[in-house]
């Protein structure tokens, strides 16, 4: 079965200061990977995924994903926060048998970024 | 590319009246459609899958006859709220994907509040 785990629920940093947002996850199957952003009452939008390609991800804005398989581990950093990068962050695992697809959600970590 | 609309992005109606949400892929064809429920401060939770022409799959402890699901065309799926009621006040969010696509687009969310 698959689960994913945020670790922090909330997140602060000073704006031009880096952004480390934690997620891990357990799969069965060889995992593809994702994180996504939320602004306040809106969709969410893909910042980058992981599907066995290259272990490190660029995403858009600046952000990027380790994919470390022997901790498990799918951290979103940014190297400088942006005020606009205020807003909850969702990392997911997908069930990656043919037809199925699912994504399993973790709980998010809302960010904010301090002036 | 890759987007996703929803319409309304906001209604309001009285106890007992039925709501439809619209789901539409703009720029590509979406053969497998996703019905989501967020409450306030929490994560994304999957309501049912629909795939074109078929009928939608649905999670545990979703009323089938309630949350009405139609995915007529590639390009379109609806959610009909029946008979709603203050407690299917939510945030109301699609998702699609592709011909074999793993990854999900999600619309910018329709708000429901029954009063």
């Known amino acids: 079965a698959q689960s994913v785990t945020q670790l922090d629920s909330h997140v602060s940093v000073s704006e031009g200061t880096p952004v480390l947002l934690r997620c891990n996850y357990s799969s069965s199957y060889s995992p593809s990977l994702f994180w996504y952003v939320q602004h306040p009452n809106k969709g969410l939008q893909l910042l980058l995924k992981y599907t066995s390609a290259a272990t490190l991800v660029k995403g858009i804005n600046g952000f990027e994903a380790e994919f470390k398989k022997s901790e498990t581990s799918f951290h979103l950093t940014k190297p400088s926060a942006h005020m606009s990068d205020a807003a909850e962050y969702f990392c997911v695992v997908s069930d990656p048998r043919p037809g199925t697809y699912k994504y399993i959600f973790g709980t998010g970590t809302r960010l904010k970024v301090l002036a | 590319g890759a987007v996703v609309s929803q319409h309304p992005s906001r209604v309001i109606c009285k106890s007992g009246t039925s709501v439809k949400i619209e789901c539409r892929s703009l720029d590509f064809q979406a053969t497998t459609m996703f019905w989501y429920r967020q409450f306030p401060k929490q994560s994304l939770m999957l309501m049912a899958t629909s795939n074109e022409g078929s009928k939608a799959t649905y999670e545990q402890g979703v009323e089938k006859d309630k949350f009405l699901i139609n995915h007529a065309s590639l390009t379109l799926s609806t959610l009909t709220v029946t008979s709603a009621h203050p407690e299917d006040s939510s945030f109301y969010i699609c998702?699609?994907?592709?011909?074999?696509?793993?990854?999900?687009?999600f619309g910018p969310g329709t708000r429901l509040l029954v009063l």
């Open positions: 998702s699609a994907s592709d011909r074999g696509g793993e990854t999900q687009y």
